[in-house]
T-cell receptor, first 114, second 113 residues
Framework: DGGITQSPKYLFRKEGQNVTLSCEQN?????MYWYRQDPGQGLRLIYY???????QKGDIAEGYSVSREKKESFPLTVTSAQKNPTAFYLC?????????????FGQGTRLTVV | GENVEQHPSTLSVQEGDSAVIKCTYS??????FPWYKQELGKRPQLIID?????GEKKDQRIAVTLNKTAKHFSLHITETQPEDSAVYFC????????????FGGGTRVLVKP
């Protein structure tokens, strides 16, 4: 069953803690993305990667870090430097090349600071 | 960078009526414009897309139009049904920027039976 999987579905973080959100895909896609979704707002790009061992900052990268050691995996770490981390986080993947390609989304991780 | 504005933020229609959502974009080099539907608690899913070499595309009850000169594109849903109730997002990207999508703020559509 091909797709993109995020875990966990719900995550609670204490103030000052770093947490890592998992994203795995078996679609053989080169590109992977992390988006943040706040209530009533659109999706904002945090980081993206088009190839293993390379990634670029998106519009709201401050307080986040990523790695891309394997094609299938693109974990996102929310650091203590992110002052307002409570949000819904969506991971996506797509092929690279051509004019426009469909992005496939995971089911999301809802992060709450307690 | 690219900026995408989406209107309205909420839309309530009677079942059977049409719904129209409009988006404008700022980067004239953008050449791909998808629309995603997100049902409550679920992941966004592509419902239709259009590339800059065409002005209109239709798929059953949904259609998208693109005006490159004015830099705006619209989603049209005809004969709305209760299952069309969801949040709809427009987006834009350009090949030279690695096809990364910039999303609009979303439109919450409610279809009243």
């Amino acid at each position: 069953d091909g797709g993109i999987t995020q875990s966990p579905k719900y995550l609670f973080r204490k103030e000052g803690q770093n947490v890592t959100l998992s994203c795995e895909q078996n679609l053989n896609h080169d590109a992977m993305y992390w988006y943040r979704q706040d209530p009533g707002q659109g999706l904002r790009l945090i980081y993206y990667s088009q190839i293993v061992n390379d990634f670029q900052k998106g519009d709201i990268a401050e307080g986040y870090s990523v790695s891309r050691e394997k094609k299938e995996s693109f974990p996102l770490t929310v650091t203590s430097a992110q002052k307002n981390p409570t949000a819904f986080y969506l991971c996506a993947s797509s092929i690279v090349g051509g004019v426009g390609t469909e992005a496939f989304f995971g089911q999301g991780t809802r992060l709450t600071v307690v | 960078g690219e900026n995408v504005e989406q209107h309205p933020s909420t839309l309530s229609v009677q079942e059977g009526d049409s719904a129209v959502i409009k988006c404008t974009y700022s980067d004239s080099a953008s050449n791909y414009f998808p629309w995603y539907k997100q049902e409550l608690g679920k992941r966004p899913q592509l419902i239709i897309d259009i590339r800059s070499n065409v002005g209109e595309k239709k798929d059953q009850r949904i259609a998208v139009t693109l005006n490159k000169t004015a830099k705006h594109f619209s989603l049209h849903i005809t004969e709305t049904q209760p299952e069309d109730s969801a949040v709809y997002f427009c987006a834009a990207s350009r090949e030279a920027a690695g096809n990364k999508l910039t999303f609009g703020g979303g439109t919450r559509v409610l279809v009243k039976p």
